[in-house]
Each structure stands twice: as C-alpha cells, then as structure tokens.
C-alpha cells in the first residue's frame, strides 16, 4: 500500500484543517490506518488511528474532543479532521497504515505500522 497525504498548511489557532491520506492498492477491513505527527525538535508522536472497518478508534489524550478521524471507503481514503488547533499542534503529520488490525492499545506504536506516506507540513500561527 502507498499512501498519499495532504491537506497541510498555515492555519491561525483556533481554526481548523483536514488531512487526507490517499491509499493505493488494497486494504481489507481489517487493516488499521493512522495519524502520527513529529513537531519541530521532538520525536515522532502518536495522534489517531482507526481500524479500517471503524470498528475502533483511537486518539491521544492531546487531541481527544478536537480532532477526528475517519475514512471514507469508497476514495481509500483516511482524513483527520482537527479543529480549535492550537501552535502545539504545529508538526509534520504522517499517515501509516497496516494489514493487521491492531488491537486499542498497540495503535499508539508507530512500530506496527509498515507502510508510511510523505509528511504535510502542519503550522498553528497568528
């Protein structure tokens, strides 16, 4: 699977962005998609990640209530829909995604994730 990410960009706090992540080739239900982001000067982070089925979610505690993600199966399509974005949001974000489906607790770890697309640069500014 390769994937493709879009959508960042300059955005003041406060407001919103949506990210996608194209995906080409073929993703069965049980695969698992996510969000993981690296801001300026620190590692790699975590930030959401959904089974492709949408039978599980799940969000770090920093974005929970504010960004969402979700898929849309007919595009392969993930999207990550962050609102009232604050400058600590500010990162390069990154989509992954997996043939396994990932139980809750191991989507948080980056290690499952086998396919990676190009970051899009994400900036929370005045």
């Known amino acids: 699977v390769q994937l493709q990410a879009s959508g960042g960009g300059l955005v003041q706090p406060g407001g919103s962005l949506r990210l996608s992540c194209a995906a080409s080739?073929?993703?069965?239900?049980?695969?698992?998609m996510g969000w993981f982001r690296q801001p300026p000067g620190k590692e790699r982070e975590f930030v959401a990640a959904?089974?492709?089925?949408?039978?599980?979610?799940r969000y770090a505690d920093s974005v929970k209530g504010r960004f969402t993600i979700s898929r849309d199966r007919t595009k392969n399509t993930v999207y990550l829909q962050m609102n009232s974005l604050k400058p600590e949001d500010t990162a390069v974000y990154y989509c992954?995604?997996?043939?396994?489906?990932?139980?809750?607790?191991?989507?948080?770890?980056?290690?499952?994730?086998?396919?990676w697309g190009q970051g899009t640069q994400v900036t929370v500014s005045s």
């Open positions: 959904t089974r492709w089925s949408g039978s599980t979610t």
């Open positions: 992954a995604s997996t043939s396994r489906g990932l139980i809750w607790s191991a989507m948080s770890d980056a290690r499952g994730y086998l396919s």
């Open positions: 080739g073929r993703i069965s239900s049980d695969s698992t």
